[in-house]
């Protein structure tokens, strides 16, 4: 039984149709091209969102984690304003305070008498006195710890003796 085309039919069909119970090879073509684009544009907005992070910890700067958390924020939030803020800071080099910090308490630890970096927890002992350091520097004052009870009684009896 030869099938008859209606008359309104044109004598070819397009590639794209196909017959039934064939596969339909452009859906499967434009599925995966879906697919792969999809997946495609979720990578490059990823990173893009990660970009401020990558410039700032390649540097090794102390701004880092205030630079990783705008790029979260902007990134669960869709403000762009702290992507943005983030982007700046990330090419903004401060100074490293810390270091100089550092320097400063292990002065102080010292002036204290005690061990730098011990972790003496900051509360200096009661009895500590303030004491000038000699003439020429009677504007600084230095930190002592106090002299001990029996070395003090020792030394008020030899100066009686004397």
């Known amino acids: 039984m030869a099938e008859q085309l209606h008359s309104a039919a044109t004598p070819h069909l397009p590639m794209f149709i196909t017959a039934p119970g064939e596969t339909d090879v452009l859906m499967v073509i434009m599925a995966v091209f879906l697919g792969v684009?999809?997946?495609?544009?979720?990578?490059?907005?990823?990173?893009?969102?990660a970009l401020?992070?990558?410039?700032?910890?390649?540097g090794q700067k102390v701004q880092f984690e205030i630079v990783a958390l705008l790029a979260l924020i902007s990134l669960f939030t869709h403000m762009h304003i702290f992507w943005i803020a983030g982007?700046?800071?990330?090419?903004?080099?401060?100074p490293d305070f810390t270091g100089f910090l550092g320097r400063i308490a292990?002065?102080?630890?010292?002036?204290?008498?005690?061990?730098?970096?011990?972790?003496?927890?900051?509360?200096?002992?009661?009895?500590?006195?303030?004491?000038?350091v000699?003439?020429?520097?009677?504007d600084s004052p230095v930190i002592t710890p106090p002299?001990?009870?029996?070395a003090a009684a020792a030394s008020t009896k030899e100066a009686d003796h004397a």
């Open 37 to 49: 684009s999809v997946v495609g544009f979720g990578v490059f907005y990823f990173r893009l969102h």
């Open 52 to 58: 401020p992070e990558h410039i700032a910890h390649k």
């Open 87 to 94: 982007l700046l800071l990330a090419f903004i080099e401060l």
């Open 106 to 132: 292990g002065s102080v630890e010292r002036m204290a008498g005690l061990k730098p970096g011990a972790g003496a927890d900051g509360v200096p002992p009661r009895n500590m006195q303030m004491q000038a």
């Open 134 to 138: 000699d003439a020429g520097h009677a």
């Open 147 to 150: 002299k001990p009870v029996r």
